[in-house]
């Protein structure tokens, strides 16, 4: 018996851009992040390139005939939900993509790559000047700080002059601009500012702030939040969404970079589908520790409370990308027991803890909550690492929560190089209950560490 066939239809997106043969920019990054978004990716090759981490070695530029070859083979088959470009490389080429962008339905957004991470100019000044007509047909333009000055002669340093940048990129023709905050001043905070042109000739500006990575692995940034953009387009969602999708997405992907070759690494184009695919293994992996949890009886560490068991997917940012217990587990006449089952964001405050402990060592993965008192406080010196504590009355008024700040507490002290703690005391306060907070990397560590405690608390 034959299988019916069940075929899906994806947006498509088209990238035109040059390649990169390490893999982390360009073509390749394009094609990695579409495919993330389940957009199914095309591509016209501008320019082929022999680089690595390291750097760039030489670079071909096609024929524009070639160029063109490929661009009509997939305009003229697929139907295209949106449209990025990137290396152009050249004037012929860039006055190419703008003949076709003009006459193209789908939304065009224009990566600029204008300028290299080490500030070198790519371009010629006539290709520099060819982008004004490419820029005219973007539905968003997407340039980093020096690329917004090579375009404008305004260059970003502040929230005001990143605005005032992104209105003259609007007055060029594009409908909306995107000012990339990445390489503006060095503070902990990244902006990227939006600004779209509206029918009366008055611009809305949207700002989006996330933390700066403390990395210098940003190879294919630029690549990777342009084709992401692009790939939410073609789905039909707003540009509004679309940026702000994009901008946390990029966020994770900058935070989880891969860390290959000599060079300081790439992004991490598939770091958002990898959380996802992690959700069911790390359900399950709650569930086996908590079974282990009944069957051995751990009733003595089971605080008023009750206890929670949270694993975190291998890249987690949030607490619904915890899995825990839905209601805890509680003592019963018989041992302990867990309330329901185990889902995703079953878990506020351990999951808070364990996700903030992650900024400081992102290779743990899983938390519980324990007893205190003064048996199982004298029992973590049975553990295999170091002890840590936070004290509740030194948070300051204006914390944004005792878990987030308790653990930046904890495993913010620890110097580099210094082993991490594997026990959290916190002394509790006024309404709040003293618990130990017990973190590893594996539900295997977790679980030895839990029943070290409980035999050493029970001796």
């Keep these: 018996m034959t299988r019916a066939r069940a075929p899906v239809s994806p947006p498509v997106a088209l990238t035109v ?240 970079g891969l860390d290959v070759g000599e060079g300081p690494g790439a992004v991490h184009h598939l770091a958002a589908l990898r959380e996802a695919a992690d959700r069911h293994r790390t359900m399950t992996d709650v569930a086996e520790v908590v079974a282990a949890f009944v069957d051995r009886d751990v009733s003595r560490l089971v605080p008023e409370v009750g206890m929670n068991v949270v694993g975190a997917t291998e890249y987690a940012e949030a607490v619904g990308e915890t899995a825990a217990v839905e209601g805890r587990i509680t003592r019963t006449f018989s041992g302990v027991a867990p309330n329901r089952g185990v889902r995703l964001g079953a878990s506020s405050h351990v999951a808070r803890f364990l996700l903030a402990a992650r900024e400081f060592d992102p290779d743990l993965r899983f938390a519980v909550n324990c007893r205190f008192d003064d048996g199982t406080e004298a029992a973590t010196a049975a553990l295999d690492g170091p002890v840590a504590e936070y004290d509740r009355d030194a948070e300051p008024a204006d914390a944004s929560g005792t878990m987030g700040w308790g653990a930046r507490q904890a495993f913010g002290a620890v110097d580099a190089g210094d082993p991490t703690p594997v026990a959290v005391l916190d002394r509790g306060d006024v309404g709040k209950e003293a618990i130990i907070k017990l973190v590893a990397e594996t539900p295997a560590a977790l679980g030895e560490r839990v029943f070290t405690l409980l035999d050493a608390a029970e001796s």
């Design 17 to 256: 851009a040059g390649s990169d043969s390490g893999g982390g920019a360009g073509i390749q990054a394009d094609l990695k992040t579409m495919e993330a978004h389940g957009v199914f990716g095309t591509s016209v090759v501008t320019a082929v390139t022999a680089q690595n981490t390291v750097g760039v070695e030489s670079t071909h530029v096609l024929p524009v005939e070639e160029i063109a070859a490929q661009y009509e083979a997939v305009a003229t088959d697929l139907d295209l939900g949106a449209v990025k470009t990137g290396m152009l490389a050249t004037e012929p080429v860039i006055d190419l993509v703008a003949d076709r962008a003009a006459d193209a339905t789908a939304p065009v957004v224009v990566d600029p790559v204008m300028v290299a991470a080490s500030g070198d100019r790519l371009l010629d000044a006539a290709a520099e000047a060819a982008y004004e007509s490419l820029i005219a047909e973007a539905r968003l333009v997407t340039p980093n700080a020096d690329e917004a000055a090579v375009l404008t002669g305004i260059e970003p340093t502040d929230r005001e002059s990143a605005q005032a940048a992104g209105e003259a990129l609007v007055e060029m023709g594009a409908d909306a601009a995107l000012v990339k905050g990445g390489h503006v001043n060095g503070g902990e905070t990244v902006t990227d500012t939006l600004v779209s042109a509206l029918p009366d000739g008055e611009p809305t500006v949207r700002t989006f702030e996330h933390p700066r990575i403390d990395t210098d692995a940003t190879h294919g940034s630029g690549c990777t939040l342009s084709s992401a953009i692009a790939a939410h387009i073609a789905h039909g969602e707003t540009l509004g969404y679309a940026v702000e999708a994009a901008t946390a997405f990029m966020e994770r992907a900058v935070r989880y």
